[in-house]
């Protein structure tokens, strides 16, 4: 069975993120912040990571720099609101495999996550 780790301060969006993957038949993990994913991400070496941008504590892009650092091949999708060019960049450049903008349609989120495992 395939892991997904999901990084959101809002618990709702980790639900939402929970019930769509749990019917691809992947087992879901929550984390909601960034110390918390990486945590998380050493213990359950998932498949796939979404990652939210804007967390309290530690950042998104932090997190994704700190993983990266454990495993070069994570594969991380940042899920945000907050989609700034800037934002973007940095994000690609820690390591982020793709970026999806909040909202977004579940058949894009599923297409994305399936593309990489």
Do not use: W
Request: glycine share 4%; proline share 3%.
């Amino acid at each position: 069975m395939k892991k997904l780790l999901v990084v959101d301060d809002a618990e709702f969006m980790r639900r939402s993120l929970k019930l769509i993957f749990e019917s691809e038949s992947f087992e879901v993990i929550e984390a909601e912040d960034g110390y918390a994913a990486v945590k998380l991400f050493k213990q359950h070496a998932p498949d796939v990571v979404t990652m939210d941008i804007n967390m309290p504590g530690k950042t998104g892009i932090e997190a994704i720099k700190e993983i990266k650092a454990i495993d070069p091949s994570a594969k991380i999708i940042v899920v945000t609101a907050m989609g700034t060019e800037e934002m973007i960049r940095e994000s690609i450049q820690q390591g982020a495999s793709n970026f999806i903008i909040k909202p977004f349609e579940e058949d894009q989120i599923k297409e994305v996550v399936k593309k990489l495992v």
